[in-house]
């Protein structure tokens, strides 16, 4: 100890002392020391969390290393996919200890860790949007704990990401292989998690059968995500008197909560400057633009007698558990009437005369095989999806809409437009694999004198 510090060593033993002799007087223990079984963690594993465990393990470094070696904005969103799948992780372990929910707004802290991630989701209308929209779209998966049961769900929200992978796919098949990666590591996600439910919860999540918690309860005690900093406060032992001997007792070694301060020199203390001289002007942030919300209505799903019509109107993605609306139609002379939804999925089971989809923003449409036509009108980002026949599809005013014609209807299919924009009609060759063409929305127009007629043609734009 050099001459420059000894008086201040002498003071702090002497501090010590002091300490030592208040808490012999007044009965205070010295803090335990830590104590290595009381870390060991008690009771065995499920096998289903010790299985999701490994299927994350397999799964999740793919997918994020083929995020990241495409653009950092996709490392984002890779990293937010990830999160979410470690939070139902959480879900699970608190699920094998939990007994059945009768209700089933326990899960809802659980969902709103997803949502929180699936926030994190760009949606940028660029090269790599189709990348986000198959990531934004796997989110869906994570609803399955909700589902009696989850395998059918898990397969057709796949085939939603599917959608946005083989769009992918078809652009980059013969140019980019790290393209391809991504789509594989995306379906590795996908099959896994169906294998796994398929293996472990084929009628619902396999909660404990006798002597489990309430599911509320336990998700009261689901842990919170450190942020770094709280990760790397250091930590003093204990408390009161003992908590502070244990810790000036680190003085001599380097490891107190002081170690590696910068000593704060006069001019770089702010106490002493003066108030005003070298204050920064206050900068007012701009309020954030809100955009207001469309007050759609309570939800309505009917069938009316009069007209073979199935009303579905204001749905969203909140207005159902699993997310998705079913229609089950037993007539073919019934009709499907879709008004004002916002982010629903609708699926049509059966064979009907007609579906109106009308006024509806970023939903989604499946239908088996319709006798007449699909009609959208007034929609915006549109999603339709025909798996059985349909003769004609028309779309008016429609800004966004996206049509995914089966095999069997491809060379059957006609198109009718008007007043739109951004439409695209998919469909599978003859190896399944997709194709995707735009629909044309420039035109040439050429008067004939002569005959007083005009012809039209398909602008050079589309000529590739």
């Not at 579905?312 to 009709?335: H, M």
């Not at 929305?441 to 007629?453: P, R």
Request: aromatic residues 6%; neutral net charge; hydrophobic residues 35%.
């Amino acid at each position: 100890m050099s001459s420059s510090t000894a008086p201040l060593g002498e003071t702090l033993d002497s501090i010590l002392a002091r300490l030592s002799a208040l808490e012999s007087g007044a009965g205070i223990k010295p803090p335990p020391a830590p104590s290595s079984s009381s870390s060991a963690t008690g009771g065995g594993e499920v096998p289903f969390v010790t299985a999701y465990k490994k299927y994350l393990s397999t799964v999740l470094p793919p997918l994020t290393s083929s995020c990241s070696a495409l653009s950092s904005r996709l490392s984002t969103s890779g990293s937010a996919v990830s999160s979410a799948w470690d939070a139902q992780l959480n879900f699970l372990e608190v699920a094998s200890k939990s007994k059945k929910p009768s209700d089933q707004n326990a899960l809802q802290p659980f969902f709103k860790v997803y949502m929180e991630e699936k926030g994190k989701v760009g949606r940028e209308r660029d090269e790599w949007e189709n990348h986000e929209k198959a990531l934004g779209e796997m989110f869906g998966l994570l609803q399955w704990i909700m589902i009696p049961k989850p395998k059918d769900y898990l397969v057709e929200i796949s085939g939603a990401v599917d959608f946005w992978t083989n769009k992918i796919r078809v652009q980059y098949k013969k140019t980019d292989p790290k393209q391809i990666e991504f789509c594989e590591a995306v379906k590795g996600v996908m099959g896994g998690l169906v294998d796994y439910v398929k293996e472990y919860h084929l009628a619902g999540v396999s909660y404990k059968m006798n002597g489990g918690i309430d599911l509320s309860s336990a998700s009261a005690s689901v842990p919170a995500k450190a942020s770094p900093a709280a990760t790397q406060k250091p930590k003093i032992g204990g408390g009161g008197a003992g908590g502070l001997l244990a810790e000036l007792s680190k003085k001599s070694t380097g490891d107190s909560a002081a170690t590696g301060l910068k000593k704060v020199t006069k001019d770089q203390q702010t106490w002493r400057k003066e108030f005003g001289g070298e204050k920064a002007a206050v900068v007012t942030a701009k309020k954030p633009v809100v955009k207001k919300k469309v007050d759609l209505g309570p939800p309505v799903f009917e069938f009316k007698d009069q007209g073979m019509k199935w009303i579905v109107e204001n749905q969203t993605a909140e207005s159902n558990p699993n997310g998705v609306l079913t229609v089950e139609v037993t007539d073919p002379k019934q009709q499907v009437y879709i008004y004002k939804c916002e982010g629903a999925t609708i699926d049509i089971k059966g064979k009907c005369k007609g579906v109106v989809v009308d006024t509806c923003t970023k939903s989604n449409v499946l239908c088996d095989s319709i006798i007449s036509c699909l009609e959208a009108v007034n929609g915006k980002r549109l999603k339709l999806q025909i798996r059985g026949i349909c003769p004609s599809v028309a779309i008016d005013k429609t800004d966004g809409c996206l049509t995914y014609l089966s095999k069997d209807t491809a060379g059957v299919t006609t198109f009718v437009t008007s007043k739109s924009s951004e439409m695209n009609v998919s469909w599978p060759d003859e190896n399944d694999d997709y194709q995707e063409k735009a629909i044309p929305e420039q035109f040439q127009h050429k008067l004939d004198v002569g005959t007083g007629t005009i012809s039209s043609d398909i602008s050079d734009l589309y000529s590739h």
